[in-house]
């Protein structure tokens, strides 16, 4: 959790620092704030709340320098307070420092330097790194004290520092992202690439263990001993255009209107000539023979788009599970037979960090499917499958669920080949056809305008629930996840069947039931959705129109009617422009929903 972000340069970089900030403030929102260095001593201002009241406060103090670090906040250690903003400082003030992770030894490190005569300021974690490195100072040059300061730490960070009267950023890295931006005359480091994209598309990744001198005109890499150490740089193909709302009021809407343009980048080139299987650069034909069961660990949307997987494998034949990644403990047998899929937008989501790397320790063959090149999971995983949605700045996930799944059922086609010399279809080519013509029936759907009806309409609702079965089932809880997270009402997914087992309880006519079905096998569904119409509960059924499900339905989200297996993702798409307008009539901030942050580094 929490955005950092470094500007090295010669000329005044408080813009930059404060426009990078506003860029990464899907990962933390509750206070912000910046250091930099101009010849006149560590200036630094902070604040609780978001980025642009930093922004007011920076602009009416004046405060510039070339030097600077910079931190957008999602609390762990201490509430949102102007205290607890970073950067954080020692003793002294000759040292500012921002972080991202958590400290685990800091209660330990806090009692020996309260010892040693420091005194704290905050609730922080954070707050004994400065205090820390202000000691190593004493007998050190800056950069060994630094190296001496991330030695005593235990736990996660991406760490950027400074020290009075030097033009250096000094920088670790160990389980949090920390990426450096290179351009001609300056350099960034992020959390993310987004920060600094519109000035430089070159970076470079850091790896754990990795600690960075970074001057205006010079970059020194090395490992914690000292060790000198070369990183390449990679060229990263995102538009600076895609980080931009784009005339848009919300990046959220932009990400659901746009995401024509993520699935017909996620599909080109991946399927066959004959239009009957996938053909991944990265997962030639033979790839995975020898698989004998398959496991996704995920969380949130990315868990919901996993159970899409498993779903088509299991049609297949070949033994696949999703599991929520913060479940994935001991309990599970995992071996060298089992292929363990971490599907992961951010490729940073702690728990499913730790379950990937519980797998790779049982020998387990580990695929990443992820949004971001360069994150934790693509360079820890054996090997990574790129969605290309671009990047996605709303905290919902929404272009990049219909990303995933398609991916998914791209691999999921090859393993299942490779594994068991068969496919969830018995006709591949009409599902090859119908996502061909995916990104097409994603822009019908926009062109409806009856979720905003349907907002409206149930508006004022106690609760809001939602059934599929099968494939419409990761729908279903995907739909209320995206209700509950931006709009803060009530809402649950159920699978259709298991409605009258206990949630028919929670059913009143002030609960609409948003029934999902995917025009195959639906008749049950068809069934449930009037058990709960028979106990008042209005019906709005998301389906083809010519549904029978638009027969018992009091309301309809319409969708194009196309191959089965490919109908609820249309279906979602009228979900989460219901979600939308309902959060947008409830006034909320729908790009930033509270307590909630985009990229989840904390287990
Ligand atoms: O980056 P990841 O896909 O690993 O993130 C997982 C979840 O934190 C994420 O999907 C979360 O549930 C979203 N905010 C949902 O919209």
Not at 189 to 198: G, Q, T
Not at 281 to 292: I, L, M
Not at 321 to 328: G, P, T
Not at 333 to 352: C, F, H, K, Y
Request: glycine fraction near 10%.
């Amino acid at each position: 959790m929490c955005g950092i972000i470094a500007r090295i340069g010669a000329d005044d970089g408080v813009d930059r620092l404060l426009g990078g900030l506003e860029r990464l403030e899907y990962r933390g929102y509750d206070s912000a704030g910046i250091a930099v260095e101009n010849g006149a001593g560590l200036a630094v201002q902070k604040c609780s709340g978001r980025v642009g009241d930093l922004v007011d406060s920076v602009e009416d103090s004046g405060v510039y320098g070339g030097i600077g670090i910079g931190h957008t906040r999602w609390s762990t250690h201490g509430p949102p307070t102007d205290d607890n903003a970073h950067p954080h400082t020692g003793a002294t003030g000759e040292v500012a420092v921002v972080h991202n992770g958590v400290i685990e030894n800091h209660a330990e490190l806090r009692d020996e330097l309260r010892d040693a005569g420091h005194e704290f300021t905050s609730d922080t974690d954070t707050e004994v790194i400065p205090h820390l490195f202000e000691r190593h100072l004493a007998d050190n040059d800056p950069e060994e004290a630094f190296r001496q300061a991330v030695r005593d730490l235990d736990g996660s960070y991406a760490i950027a520092a400074m020290v009075e009267g030097e033009d250096a950023v000094f920088a670790a890295r160990q389980g949090s992202p920390l990426v450096l931006g290179v351009d001609d005359d300056e350099y960034f480091l992020a959390s993310d690439v987004p920060a600094f994209l519109e000035h430089t598309d070159e970076v470079v990744y850091f790896e754990d263990d990795d600690v960075g001198v970074i001057r205006p005109d010079d970059v020194e890499l090395s490992t914690l001993d000292g060790e000198a150490v070369e990183r390449s740089s990679e060229v990263v193909s995102w538009d600076p255009d895609e980080t931009g709302k784009g005339g848009y009021d919300h990046y959220m809407r932009k990400e659901i209107e746009n995401q024509h343009v993520s699935l017909a980048n996620g599909i080109e080139g991946r399927v066959s000539e004959e239009g009957e299987e996938p053909d991944l650069d990265e997962f030639p034909a033979g790839t995975f023979s020898g698989v004998e069961r398959v496991q996704f660990v995920a969380c949130g949307t990315s868990f919901h788009a996993a159970k899409y997987g498993t779903q088509l494998l299991n049609k297949a034949g070949v033994a696949a599970q999703a599991f929520r990644a913060s479940e994935y403990d001991g309990s599970i047998p995992v071996d060298s037979d089992t292929l363990v899929v971490a599907v992961t937008q951010s490729g940073e989501t702690a728990d499913t960090l730790a379950a990937l790397d519980r797998a790779r320790r049982a020998s387990a063959r580990t695929v990443a499917v992820t949004n971001v090149m360069g994150s934790t999971a693509a360079r820890t995983a054996d090997d990574a499958l790129f969605i290309r949605a671009g990047p996605e700045i709303g905290v919902a996930a929404t272009k990049t669920f219909s990303s995933q799944v398609v991916a998914l059922s791209l691999l999921s086609h090859r393993v299942s080949l490779d594994a068991a010399e068969e496919g969830p279809w018995d006709d591949p080519a009409a599902y090859y056809d119908a996502l061909e013509a995916l990104p097409n029936h994603v822009e019908s759907v926009l062109d409806f305008e009856t979720a905003e009806e349907v907002a409206d309409r149930f508006l004022g609702s106690d609760a809001f629930f939602f059934i599929g079965r099968g494939l419409a089932y990761p729908v279903a809880i995907e739909g209320a996840l995206k209700f509950k997270e931006i709009t803060y009402e009530h809402a649950e997914g159920f699978a259709a069947g298991e409605l009258k087992h206990g949630p028919l309880a929670l059913v009143t006519p002030r609960t609409p039931v948003f029934t999902v079905v995917t025009g195959d096998d639906d008749e049950t569904t068809v069934t449930n959705a009037q058990e709960a119409g028979t106990r008042g509960a209005p019906i709005v059924a998301v389906s083809p129109s010519d549904h029978k499900i638009t027969d018992v339905a009091d309301a309809h989200l319409p969708v194009p009617d196309t191959h089965p297996d490919l109908v609820g993702l249309l279906a979602n798409v009228q979900l989460q422009l219901l979600s939308y307008h309902t959060a947008d009539k409830l006034g909320r901030a729908i790009d930033k929903p509270r307590n909630l942050a985009k990229s989840v580094t904390v287990e």
